[in-house]
Antibody, heavy 120, light 107 residues
């Protein structure tokens, strides 16, 4: 069974960079057919797809976040990471990593989520 | 593609039948998924491709629809079904978007 787990600081200061890592177990991120995805849920804003990184390192970002977002992959640790720059209070919320499937076009496995607050 | 859901919340009793509607701003064929989210937990996939139950999901859940209008039905609601339900379009890869959610509460 595939498991994903987010890790990172729960508090980030405004204008700084939010950095999170997702550790995957029970399956390799180097396997094809999956898009390693970040989704966030901000208070009162619903679920927002942020983007994905593929096993090759290719990325696709939500256009609304593209200028501030960088994803990376560490296949040796079976991890992928998110860096969101120039954060404001509007970036406060719960951040999920998830596995996107190519054939079903779903997010079939999710991490438990990590709450990040942006505050001075 | 914008997704809307109705109602935003509803109250039900154990044993009731519940129906949630999801509408897309343009046709999405059958590329519609449903997720269940309980407080403090991540969403879980219930149904994909409008009507196909994910493995392990009880048969009291069902989905239907195509084009722009979709429904999620829960027959004989159980205590563990009180949660928030989200639809998600998977038509426009990779810019998948979610509906705002429908909260199913205890009457």
């Amino acid at each position: 069974q595939v498991h994903l787990r987010e890790s990172g600081p729960g508090l980030v200061k405004p204008s700084q960079t939010l950095s999170l890592t997702c550790t995957v177990s029970g399956g390799s991120i180097s396997n094809g057919g999956f898009y390693w995805t970040w989704i966030r849920q901000r208070p009162g804003k619903g679920l927002e797809w942020m983007g994905y990184i593929y096993k090759t390192g290719s990325t696709y970002y939500n256009p609304s976040l593209k200028s501030r977002l960088i994803f990376s992959l560490d296949t040796s640790k079976n991890q992928f990471s998110l860096n969101l720059g120039s954060v404001t209070a509007a970036d406060t919320g719960t951040y999920y990593c998830a596995r996107g499937t190519e054939w079903q076009r779903t997010f079939d496995h999710w991490g438990q989520g990590t709450l990040v607050a942006v505050s001075s | 593609i914008q997704m809307t859901q109705s109602p935003s919340s509803l109250s039900a009793s154990v044993g009731d039948r519940v129906t949630i509607t999801c509408r897309a701003s343009q046709t999405i064929s059958s590329y519609l998924n449903w997720y269940q989210q309980k407080p403090g937990k991540a969403p879980e996939l219930l149904i994909h491709t409008a009507s196909i139950l994910q493995s392990g999901v009880p048969s009291r859940f069902s989905g239907s629809g195509s084009g722009t209008d979709f429904t999620l039905t829960i027959n004989n609601v159980q205590p563990e079904d009180f949660a928030t339900y989200f639809c998600q379009q998977s038509y426009r890869f990779p810019l998948y978007t979610f509906g705002p959610g429908t909260k199913v509460e205890v009457k």
